[in-house]
């Protein structure tokens, strides 16, 4: 199709909103901007369940030139697709917690029966030349099914999360099948390359595949590209955010309560792979190997409750909210109180103001795919008196973000060194890490990880036709 632009397919678990507005995570920040440039349709999983689940009405949404298409569950599909092996199995074990990760054989079958139902809806909605991009771990099989029902364009798949080695992935029971379903995307995109290269070795390893020139690996028959798409956010939008009227109120707000002392930050969904008790513990041990810093310092972490059915996550919750209570109770006097855990969401705007007043911001995964907060931290603040980020290793926004003070976020003695280095940084050494980082942030956005990722795909349906021609 040379000249007119194909139409856009956004499969995602959950779909929208289209505006900046709303308390979207990551993802959705993401996506929104490029369906509202260029349109097409975002076909996903309305968040609700009834009786005829799957099998249902369609939900047809129009916004100008975008429409979102959602689909009900059932309780018993929303169950085993979403809660059991979406966030039980998979997200535990691609981010490396083999520990705790679940395997059951019925979730495993509600899950591909999920993702077979969404391709039998979806498969009437296409057109042979829409370039389909099909997001996250939700949906390994989607691609592979949409194939047995004729879909013969170009389809894409990009994982928001990391993708573990094989040693970690071979444990699952339907490793095999599941890598094999992939394949039949023609892109298959990661956050960073140790994702990608632990999925070629996968190939290489457990299906005898092979790798090729420019990004290119084939498996039996199949050739598909696999390659490294690092995500970005909105930064200069989210720089308005950060000096808008209510930022500047959050920031007030959030330095009256500092009371002058050096107000440190954590930003992230309550989830185990953010490494919040761990960051906890390094900030318990910067008062005890500092102890210079108690009374000077006030700790905020944000952390609105996600997932909040799964007993992991309600577990999460309650140990934190321990933690916190006896790091208060041991150190706080009658005028400080060291630190404040907030389970609310809020708007961005006032996001980018509680980023704005932080000295400090910790970033501390113990696995992310990217981490898209240490990216809004940088685009927040302000050049003159810039705040410092600690960045864990094992986030992907290390390797774009490598001017931050990177830390093991297992080694408390790590984080309160690097906690304390942040605390005592000349105003000349924290504005040189923030330029370097500014400069990824604002080069490397949102619009430029999509239009990187179509035009890779562009490129895949090139391929394919002259393969096909040939
Ligand atoms: P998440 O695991 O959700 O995303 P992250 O990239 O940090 O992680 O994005 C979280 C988003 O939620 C940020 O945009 C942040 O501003 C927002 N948020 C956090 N707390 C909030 C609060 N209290 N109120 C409002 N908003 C809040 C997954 C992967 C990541 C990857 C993204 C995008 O796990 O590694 O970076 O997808 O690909």
Redesign the pocket.
Known sequence: MEGAERRLVFVSNRVGPLSDEG?A???A??LADALRRRGGLWFGWSGESSEAGLAGDLKVETHGNTELVTLDMTVEEAEGFYLHYANRTLWPLLHYRLDIAEFDRQSDRTYRAVNRSFAERLHPLLGGQDLVWVHDYHFFYLGAELRERGHKGPLGFFL??PFCPPEILGALPASLDLVSAMLAYDLVGF?TDTDRRNFVSFCVEELEGEELDGGRLRVGERVIRAATFP?GIDAEGFAEFATSEEAREHEKMVLGMAGGRAQIVG???M?YSKGIIQRFRGFEQLLEDYPQTQGSVRFLQ?A?VSRGELEAYADLRTELEQIAGNINGRFATLDWTPMQIMT???T?RA?AGIYRAARVCMVTPLR??????AK?FVAAQDPQDPGVLILSRFA?ARAELSAALIVNPYSSDDVSRALHYALEMPLEERQRRYHLMRQKVFENTAARWCDGFLEAMEECARQSRADSEE
């Open positions: 308390k995570g990551g993802l920040v993401g928001h999360i956050q995500i930003v992230d969904r989830d944000v609105p609310r969401g809020f961005r996001l992310d795919g990217m981490n898209l907060v809004e992907g």
